[in-house]
């Protein structure tokens, strides 16, 4: 499958497992010059190892000094995927500030910061570019102990409808996916019981979960685009 992506420069967060790490491969192996973004230095370390030329940036989104620092010198970027993403579930009740504060920073105000860093450096070239959001069917349906994550993915849909508005003019797409339950490492810890999950299972026509392909035989297969894969995690 082509792309039509090759000598593009790309920028991912949440770069170092999951969905993002998938991400990676796949425009790696599209020919596309990767920035991968994570918080953990061995995650990146073994990515570098699997996909030579990817360039590791080692910083925690939540922190906006050392985000603004990290990426201010990153150079040009012509697509952004912000990936990153937690998941710290409590009930309503339980709700911590500790839980709200990092959920957002992360998941929404993180966005906003890196976005408006690789934004201005395409209007400053006069440059079209592409921003795609990872967003989450938790944005339009409410998820028992899901308050926070829930929140930070419906107001991250509304981001991206104001950023595709005010960017638009300037040539630059935005976009969010909104993907169900996708088994990485994250999704696994979240919706391992059986019996929680079955409530979610219900409602998918097929049955099961999303994963990324991490299939150990085919790391530039362009299908690992697509997320409808069996629990095997194999192609």
């Known amino acids: 499958m082509e792309l039509g ?15 993002g790490r998938s991400l990676v491969q796949a425009l790696h192996a ?24 990817v360039e590791p940036l080692c910083v925690d989104l939540a922190d906006w000094e050392a985000t603004e620092h990290a990426l201010g010198s990153v150079g040009p970027v012509d697509l ?22 990092t959920s957002f920073d992360v998941n929404l105000r993180a966005v906003i910061q890196v976005s408006q860093m690789v934004a201005r450096g395409l209007i400053a070239r006069g440059a079209p ?3 795609v959001n990872v967003s989450s069917q938790a944005s339009q349906r409410a998820l028992t102990n899901h308050t926070v994550y829930c929140s930070t993915k419906g107001a991250l849909d509304m981001l991206t409808k104001v950023m595709a508005l005010e960017l638009g003019p300037y040539q630059i797409r935005v976009n969010a996916v909104n993907p169900t339950v996708v088994m990485t490492p994250m999704g696994q810890a979240n919706w391992n019981d059986p019996h929680k999950a079955k409530v979610m299972l219900d409602r998918i026509p097929l049955g099961k979960f999303a994963a990324p392909c991490l299939c150990p035989t085919c790391p530039p297969c362009p299908q690992r685009w697509r997320m409808w894969w069996t629990p095997s995690f194999s192609c």
């Open 5 to 19: 992506l090759a000598g593009r420069r790309a920028l991912v967060t949440g770069a170092g497992k999951g969905i």
């Open 30 to 53: 599209a020919g596309v010059r990767v920035v991968a973004v994570s918080r953990t230095q061995a995650d990146l370390d073994s990515l570098v190892r699997e996909c030579p030329g």
């Open 80 to 101: 952004l995927v912000n990936n990153a993403g937690v998941a710290l579930l409590q009930p309503f009740l339980e709700v911590t500030k500790e839980a709200f504060d």
């Open 129 to 131: 570019g592409a921003i």
